[in-house]
């Protein structure tokens, strides 16, 4: 088991600059990959980005060259820095982890609102 604990977000002003981190814990030995979702009323969950093992980064779309992902193996986190915020980046943010067990994204924080206004 792997448990996920976010931390960060709130309501911020367009152009905002938060920073959500993730703590993990439990059998971290076997995750694989982190990432982030968000989901936003009324639609689906989305991936915002993610980050390996061994320090590959993917993001969607829509937050590149805004959003960094990154991961520091010794504390066991990953962060997402968030910048130039949007109103369209309001959202529950969900830390995620992916194990070597199943290679999905099985593991999930409890969410964090970043609410941003204009």
């Known amino acids: 088991q792997v448990q996920l604990v976010e931390s960060g977000g709130g309501l911020v002003q367009a152009g905002g600059s938060p920073r959500l981190s993730c703590a993990a814990s439990g059998r971290i030995f076997n995750i694989e990959s982190m990432g982030w979702y968000r989901q936003a009323p009324g639609n689906q969950r989305e991936l915002v980005a993610t980050?390996?093992?061994?320090?590959?980064?993917t993001y969607v779309d829509s937050v590149k060259g805004r959003f960094t992902i990154s991961r520091d193996n010794a504390k066991n986190t990953i962060n997402l820095q968030m910048n130039s915020l949007k109103p369209e980046d309001t959202a529950v943010y969900y830390c995620?982890?992916?194990?070597?067990?199943?290679?999905?994204?099985?593991?999930w924080g409890q969410g964090t609102q970043v609410t941003v206004s204009s």
């Open positions: 980050v390996t093992s061994g320090g590959l980064r």
């Open positions: 995620s982890a992916k194990t070597r067990d199943t290679s999905r994204y099985d593991y």
